[in-house]
Each structure stands twice: as structure tokens, then as C-alpha cells.
């Protein structure tokens, strides 16, 4: 029971509506409105009221209302941009792309100038939204690349800021941009290459020694050859110059494949590019082609130990879809799946040259030219073929790369994304066996197929638009305008 208080000497009208009553009978506003004015109660009277529920009403109300805020978090949730740059640092600059690592020392924003770490927001976001598709980390890498771009401006214009180092830092990250969001598909990609090129020149070679430097400049010679490879372009002299530089250098390992493959790529991209001219006859073509071929096979067959890889033979039949023949190989690493597999797709490329060029040819030297480059196609094709079950099987030969206490039986078990970039890799070279028009109709089926099963047991969206342009006969799109589709050389290891 609760006591409400000294009960009002007013009418029962004017408390009901808070009037001052001036106890008289009737009283004035009740006669001045015109209603009947019933007296007045006893006011020495004791009233109780029973307000038991109502109090359990208010207590049950007060409860609610603390426990609604819900739990306290146990962790503040942490901005887009710093998840992008975490990712990105994680996987892509110190475990994808070991050329990017001239790129570590600015984790922290705060460490960088203001156009560099723009350019980082903007490609780490962009490879955020390529990895998890995130139209917010879409939208926030183009306004991040904009405001690089003019920040970028503006320190060129500056001549202490222009040829400083980090300059060329920020180049190559916004040309990293441009590549991994596919912003452009025309001449436009190589303005940040060009732009780089252009601040060594002005800078001067001697001016970078450091090893972070020279891995600066490796990765710009990497993405200027790969650039004028697609294109058919002469390489650029001034990566002449920075290779003639690094050479000297007593941190950059002159016999490592990956450097001879660099060599042999400039070589044959110089070529390739008077032929695209028609600066020489079939004749010509051939033998420069076959010149090629044979210098690619030389580096393939003599690479070190610690490039081979281990074939494992499978019984007859093994029944393993993921398996094209009954063997896989197993390599030492991504790098080196991809540097041999980049010597084996050139090797197609080549030889379906040299089948273009000895098309309408009845001579010997032609007929056997003809011969030697299909068994180079299908050789190379069974090679790259061999190299997917390591990554592709997750029920044996890549069950290692799945996380612990997953079931590799289990179809819904998950990846990480160091293992999604394993499979990655080998989109492209699966993409070129399958273009070439002399690759065995087996292998092209098996091909269709595990890029179809790429794309639903990786959830990886490139392999199902490669998969749909391999499966229309009349659409024999070029292997350079797909390999611009799956990001070109920002996904070269």
C-alpha cells in the first residue's frame, strides 16, 4: 500500500481540470462555465489505494530500460580504411607480391607523405572490394585515388618533392590501383608507368642503391615489359638503363630465373613488336619465333634445385577430377608455379605464331616446323595442366593449405585468401592452353570444367567469365585483353 498524499479540498471538476476552486457552493467555475458543481469531499476521511501493480509496473519498465543497451563490446569496430590497409598488407605486399615490399616500411600512414599513403588507401581498398566486394570500400578507394592524384600534383610541382623517392613509390601504387580495380582498358594504364620512368630519368639511375630502391625499380621494369607486351610496343630505353644499373648491384642476383625470364621477355617483346608492325616476312617470323622457343626451354630445363618441382604419379584410373592426366606436380612455392608457367604459356604463344605463319606452307621446313610447334602446345598444355591440383585439390594435394580443424571431405569447408591468390595465378596460363587453337579438345573440356569449379568452390567471379568465354565457339577473345580483365600485372607474384 502506498500513502498518495493530503487529498484536495476543490470539487471533483476543477481537480479534474487543475482549476482553483474557491470552495464555495457552488463554486465560481463551475456556475461561470455552466455545469453543475457536485460539492465537496470529506477530506478528514483515510484513503488507500492498492498501486501494488503499478509499482511492479515502473520496477519491471526501469529494468528494461538498463539491460536494452546491450553488452558492452569487447573490441571498438575499427574503420574501413585500416581493415583495406591491414589486408593488404597482409596478404598482397608481404606474402602474394614480394616485389611490392619496398612498400613495408609505410604500414603505418603516418609514415608516408601524403600522396603515398593516399595511393595506398586507394589500392588497398580496391583490393579489399576485389576480395570481399564491398561497394563501400569501391566508393571510398576512387575518392581516395582523386585526392592522391592531386596531392600527387602538387608535390611534382614542388622540384625538392618530385624526384624524391617516395614519388616514384607513389607512381607505381596508383599504377597498382589502376590495375587491380580495372579502371582503364585503353593507353591510359601505362601513365603512371610512363610517369615513373620519366622521375628515374630525371632523378638518375645512381640515385637509387638502396635495396628498397632497387626493388622499386624491378618492379617498374616488370610492369613496363608486361605493358609492352600486350600492347606490342618497344620496351621503353630507359629500362635498359635500370637493368644496366641493377646488374651492378651487389643485392640484385643476376642468375635468378626470374631476372633471365625478365631478359628473355624484353628480347622477344622487341621482336614481337616489328612483327606486329610487319616489319618482316613469314620467313623471318619463323626463325625469330623459333629463336624464342628455344632460348625459353633452355631457362625451363635449367633452372636450379630450388626451382624444381616433384611430379606425383597417380594410379590408372585415378578418378580424380581435379587431375587432367594420372599425375600432378607439386611446386616449391607461388612464385615459381607462376614464373614457369609464365615460360610455358610464351612458349604457346610462339608456337601459334609459328603454326599462323606455316599455315599455307606445303615446303618440308615448314610442314616440320608445323609439327614441332603443335607438340610444343600440347607439352606446354599437359605442364600447366599438371600444376593446378596443388592448388585446386583440396581433398589431397592442397588439403595442407586449408585451415586447421576443417574436414577436407566436407564440400562447404573454407579458404583463406592466401589460398584464393594460390588459385588465382593460374586463371590466366589455364586461359592461354585453352585459347591456343591447337590444344587438345580433352584438355580444353577439363579446362572449362575446373574453371567452373573455381568459380563455385573459391566463389571466385573472374573464373566464371573466363569459363562463359571459353564456352562460346565464336568468341575467341585475345589472351592479353583477358589478361588486363584479371588485373594484369597486379596479380604477377
Not at 81 to 93: D, G, P, S, T
Amino acid at each position: 500500500m502506498v500513502f498518495r498524499g493530503k487529498p484536495s479540498k476543490s470539487c471533483a471538476r476543477c481537480r479534474q481540470r487543475k482549476l482553483r476552486c474557491d470552495l464555495r457552493y457552488p463554486c465560481s467555475p463551475c456556475t461561470r462555465a455552466g455545469y453543475q458543481c457536485y460539492g465537496y469531499r470529506d477530506t478528514s476521511s483515510l484513503r488507500i489505494a492498492d498501486e501494488t501493480k503499478i509499482m511492479h509496473e515502473k520496477a519491471e519498465a526501469k529494468r528494461t530500460r538498463i539491460t536494452s543497451i546491450g553488452p558492452i563490446p569487447k573490441a571498438l569496430s575499427i574503420s574501413l580504411e585500416i581493415q583495406a590497409r591491414n589486408l593488404f598488407f597482409a596478404y598482397y605486399v608481404s606474402d602474394f607480391s614480394r616485389t611490392w615490399d619496398f612498400l613495408l616500411p609505410f604500414f603505418i600512414s603516418s609514415s608516408a607523405p601524403e600522396h603515398l599513403s593516399l595511393s595506398i588507401d586507394a589500392a588497398s581498398l580496391a583490393f579489399f572490394h576485389r576480395q570481399g566486394q564491398s561497394p563501400s570500400a569501391l566508393a571510398l578507394s576512387q575518392h581516395k585515388y582523386v585526392t592522391a592524384l592531386r596531392k600527387a600534383g602538387e608535390a611534382l610541382r614542388n622540384p625538392e618533392t618530385a624526384v624524391s623517392e617516395t614519388m616514384l613509390d607513389t607512381s607505381l601504387v596508383l599504377d597498382l590501383y589502376e590495375c587491380i580495380s580495372n579502371a582503364s582498358t585503353n593507353d591510359a594504364n601505362r601513365v603512371h608507368v610512363n610517369g615513373a620512368l620519366t622521375l628515374v630519368k630525371l632523378s638518375g639511375v645512381n640515385a637509387y642503391k638502396k635495396t628498397s630502391f632497387l626493388s622499386a625499380l624491378m618492379r617498374l621494369v616488370m610492369n613496363s615489359i608486361i605493358i609492352s607486351a600486350s600492347k606490342a610496343k618497344p620496351i621503353p630505353p630507359e629500362v635498359h638503363t635500370i637493368r644496366e644499373h641493377a646488374a651492378g648491384q651487389a643485392n640484385v642476383n643476376v642468375n635468378d630465373p626470374k631476372w633471365k625470364l625478365n631478359g628473355l621477355s624484353m628480347d622477344l617483346t622487341l621482336s614481337l613488336a616489328s612483327i606486329q608492325r610487319k616489319e618482316m616476312n613469314d620467313e623471318d617470323t619463323i626463325q625469330i619465333c623459333q629463336r624464342g622457343d628455344q632460348d625459353l626451354e633452355t631457362l625451363d630445363v635449367e633452372m636450379p634445385p630450388h626451382w624444381q618441382y616433384d611430379r606425383v604419379r597417380l594410379p590408372r584410373p585415378s578418378g580424380n577430377e581435379r587431375c587432367f592426366e594420372s599425375y600432378f606436380d607439386i611446386y616449391p612455392d607461388r612464385r615459381i608455379t607462376q614464373t614457369r608457367n609464365v615460360i610455358r604459356f610464351s612458349r604457346i604463344l610462339l608456337s601459334e605464331e609459328i603454326l599462323l605463319r606455316c599455315e599455307d606452307k606445303t615446303d618440308e621446313r615448314s610442314i616440320s616446323s608445323s609439327i614441332q610447334a603443335q607438340h610444343v602446345i600440347a607439352s606446354m598444355v599437359n605442364d600447366i595442366l599438371a600444376s593446378v591440383p596443388q592448388m585446386t585439390d583440396c581433398s589431397s594435394a592442397a588439403a595442407y593449405k586449408l585451415p586447421q580443424n576443417h574436414s577436407t571431405s566436407s564440400p562447404h569447408h573454407q579458404h583463406n585468401l592466401s589460398h584464393y591468390l594460390d588459385v588465382y595465378i593460374l586463371i590466366f596460363p589455364m586461359y592461354v592452353a585453352a585459347w591456343s587453337v591447337h590444344c587438345p579438345a580433352a584438355a580444353r573440356e577439363w579446362i572449362i570444367k575446373e574453371l567452373e569449379y573455381m568459380a563455385e568452390h573459391f566463389a571466385i567471379k573472374e573464373a566464371k567469365m573466363v569459363k562463359e568465354i571459353l564456352k562460346t565457339p565464336d568468341r575467341r577473345i585475345g589472351v592479353w585483353q583477358i589478361y588486363r580483365l584479371l588485373g594484369s600485372c597486379a596479380f604477377a607474384a
